[in-house]
């Protein structure tokens, strides 16, 4: 499909006002063509245009920016996709993303490394907050991304769609910008059906809308399940998700009129509290299998989570780490929270009766494995 037919395809429509955004740049618009190595500004000029102008209206924005390895890997001509190498070349290719995002633009550039304990930690949420917070109060541009030279796989936020979708509540941002090189939702995959059409605006991202969105593309670690998964995050935090083709400089001029031609993911109507907000966006550890029942429970009824209606603990994590309940047999999770146990200790008391827990371990933090304050349901219900 030719980029420049997304302006035809995808009818234009107002994009909800905002004063402060969060905007992410993928891969597949900063590598190098041609198979050349490296970043190239042949769209990234386009971008940086529009944040330009968005700064000079006097609003604030984030910018989470893929192009670290890419960046990297140009420097010493390396290959191999290995854990090391990758943190290696995220570590050498860092300073050349900013560098480049700042040769676009005028306004200073800061660099902000994200890690996973970053979002995890209750008390880090809230100084990444602080420094984003004041960075834009300086008038600079914070280019977020994950802290790759430290990250292992099972710590690691996983892709800057869903690092965009965390950043967006870290930042009490008002709409997550998803720049692409597709212009947005189609009903099917548009390289590989002529009868796909586009979908200008999209409800609910149901888990039957992810399975069907595709795997990840040739150059970056996400695809349009990860920015659909994105965009259901940052619709239960009451921040609405524009996607568009970020290849196209006319559709990034029409953006900056704040006409949009992609897709737009609607806010839920009404937000998450910000404790929820981190609930549901911090990368989880490990996760539980609950049976039916349980499921049903805090679904409908808004209850605790009990020993007795947990089935299978999957990974290693302590005392009020964070973990995704499923239901047993399902792939998606149906909530997130804080447990009470340490995995060992949930292996345990699994099945039993939550009396019977300091008779099985000898103490007890209580009858629950996850309170409900401590619970946040992925459909954007609060459990308070």
């Given at each position: 499909m030719n980029e420049h037919d997304c302006l035809k395809e995808f009818s234009p429509q107002p994009l909800p006002p905002w004063r402060r955004a969060v905007l992410k740049v993928g891969s597949s618009l900063l590598s190098g063509f041609d198979d050349a190595p490296g970043l190239d500004a042949r769209h990234a000029r386009a971008l940086a245009a529009f944040v330009a102008q968005m700064l000079h209206q006097g609003r604030e924005m984030v910018l989470v920016s893929s192009g670290a390895v890419a960046a990297g890997r140009a420097r010493v001509l390396a290959r191999g996709s290995g854990l090391l190498r990758r943190q290696a070349l995220a570590a050498l290719g860092q300073a050349q993303l900013t560098g480049f995002w700042q040769s676009l633009l005028a306004v200073p550039v800061a660099q902000v490394l994200l890690t996973h304990d970053d979002l995890r930690d209750r008390r880090r949420y809230l100084n990444a907050r602080a420094t984003l917070r004041e960075l834009m109060e300086l008038r600079v541009l914070p280019v977020v991304n994950e802290n790759d030279t430290v990250a292992v796989d099972e710590l690691k936020v996983g892709d800057n769609d869903n690092l965009a979708a965390a950043v967006a509540a870290v930042a009490d941002a008002d709409i997550l910008l998803i720049a692409s090189d597709v212009g947005g939702l189609y009903s099917a995959d548009p390289g590989a059906s002529i009868d796909a059409r586009a979908i200008s605006v999209a409800g609910e991202v149901s888990p039957e809308l992810l399975e069907a969105a595709g795997g990840a593309g040739r150059i970056g670690t996400g695809g349009m399940r990860t920015k659909l998964e994105a965009a259901a995050k940052a619709a239960n935090g009451g921040i609405p998700t524009a996607l568009f083709c970020g290849r196209d400089a006319r559709i990034m001029q029409a953006l900056a009129d704040g006409t949009l031609h992609g897709t737009l993911i609607a806010a839920r109507p009404e937000a998450l509290p910000a404790r929820k907000q981190w609930l549901q966006h911090a990368p989880a550890i490990g996760h539980l299998d609950i049976d039916p029942g349980a499921a049903e429970a805090l679904r409908s009824r808004g209850a605790s989570l009990l020993p007795g209606g947990l089935c299978v603990v999957h990974g290693s994590f302590r005392r009020g780490d964070l973990v995704e309940v499923r239901a047993?047999?399902?792939?998606?999770?149906?909530?997130?929270?804080?447990?009470?146990?340490?995995?060992?200790?949930?292996?345990?008391?699994?099945?039993?009766?939550g009396r019977e827990i300091e008779s099985i371990l000898g103490f007890h933090?209580?009858?629950?494995?996850?309170h409900r304050d401590d619970l946040v349901l992925l459909d954007g219900r609060s459990l308070t």
């Open positions: 047993l047999g399902k792939s998606h999770a149906l909530a997130r929270g804080l447990v009470q146990y340490s995995a060992g200790e949930l292996r345990r008391i699994a099945g039993r009766r933090f209580g009858e629950v494995v996850i």
